[in-house]
């Protein structure tokens, strides 16, 4: 494995040979961890199946569930999947962003069935991170990305995370730094005519509901694997080691605090380990900070981590989604 360290703000770093060196390791089938604006990605040749199925294997998922195909440009999604104008809007809105639309695939788009898992739809982004644009513009690939951890485990917002997981599957590590958004992007279905929230994630419902002029509606479970099927039903997923509980009220010298805001709970000056989202309350920081705290508490040996109420409005939505996995029964 390689791992190119990289300053995104030194000119001309695309034309790097290590630049180079990940998009032969990509052409050739191999597996690269490209950060994102929002976690780090296991990239692979979207149109390769064998590539498609050694990130199934890597990650060991027991199903195989559909891939977020990235691209450089809304003009290279819509090779892929048809865009309607509710589509088109959210794509001129929010392109390059933590924002994914699953729209039909394209009977001619080259993306492998392993990537779409069978589905006549198929996920779309163009992110915001430069790194991954520039393997998709340059490949002339779409890149097929799930997050760069073992299934189930944390997701990734360093190389180090990447690598602790993951080394010996992958080519080469892009290690570009912390992820700036630090939650999965929001997954919008735009297949029968009405908006869906497919996943919660970076991009507040908030702002999607604003440019389509109408409240987004809940996925049906057919549309969203990742969607529970019932109220109740979550998915164990995200998880620490450690034990979540949510809303916790006090804080307990045998546990973990995960706290939020400038208010503690009582007793939190005694907990085992503390790390606070945000002191000054800002869910924005919670959201970058989020995955980093789990596997800090988890690393100081807590059995059980409790978690301070956090308000579910904007980037709040997508943090109580991950945080009610992390606790959900482990499968
Ligand atoms: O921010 C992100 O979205 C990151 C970075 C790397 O881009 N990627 C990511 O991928 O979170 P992953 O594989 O962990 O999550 C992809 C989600 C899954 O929940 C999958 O079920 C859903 O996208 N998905 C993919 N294709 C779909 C489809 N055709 N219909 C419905 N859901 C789909
Ligand atoms: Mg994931």
Redesign the pocket.
């Known amino acids: 494995m390689q791992r190119w360290t990289l300053d995104i703000d030194t000119p001309d770093w695309q034309s790097a040979p290590e630049a180079e060196t990940a998009c032969t390791a990509l052409l050739n089938g191999e597996l690269v961890a490209v950060p994102?604006e929002?976690?780090?990605?296991l990239a692979a040749d979207a149109t390769n199946g064998k590539a498609c199925a050694k990130i199934f294997q890597a990650k060991g998922r027991p199903q195989f569930?559909?891939?977020?195909s990235?691209v450089a440009s809304l003009e290279a999604a819509r090779e892929h999947g048809v865009f309607d104008a509710q589509a088109l809007a959210l794509a001129e809105a929010f392109w390059p962003g933590?924002l994914?639309l699953?729209v039909p695939k394209k009977k001619s788009s080259p993306i492998s069935d392993l990537a779409?898992a069978g589905?006549e739809?198929?996920?779309l982004?163009v992110?915001a991170g430069p790194v991954m644009r520039f393997l998709a513009d340059r490949t002339g690939r779409p890149l097929a990305?799930?997050?760069a951890n073992l299934s189930g485990r944390i997701s990734p917002t360093r190389a180090e995370d990447v690598i602790a997981d993951l080394g010996s599957s992958l080519s080469v590590v892009i290690d570009a730094g912390p992820c700036a958004v630090g939650v999965?992007?929001s997954?919008v279905?735009l297949i029968d005519g009405t908006p869906r929230l497919?996943?919660p994630?970076?991009l507040p419902r908030e702002e999607i509901e604003k440019i389509l002029g109408r409240p987004l509606q809940d996925a049906s479970p057919d549309?969203?694997?990742?969607a529970p099927a019932a109220p109740g039903m979550l998915t164990s997923h995200y998880a620490p080691d450690a034990k979540m509980i949510l809303n916790a009220h006090e804080a307990s010298p045998e546990d973990g605090l995960l706290s939020f805001g400038p208010d503690p709970l009582p007793g939190a000056a005694s907990a085992r380990a503390e790390v606070n989202l945000s002191p000054t309350g800002d869910l924005a920081e919670a959201a970058a900070n989020l995955f980093q705290a789990m596997r800090t508490l988890d690393a100081s040996g807590v059995t059980t981590i409790r978690v301070q109420f956090i308000p579910s409005f904007g980037l709040g939505e997508a943090i109580n989604d991950r945080l009610r996995r992390a606790a959900a029964p482990r499968g």
């Open positions: 994102t929002t976690v780090y990605g569930n559909p891939l977020i990235h933590p994914t699953v779409t589905l739809t198929v996920a982004r992110p990305a799930p997050s999965e992007s997954i279905g497919l996943r994630g970076g549309m969203a694997p990742e």
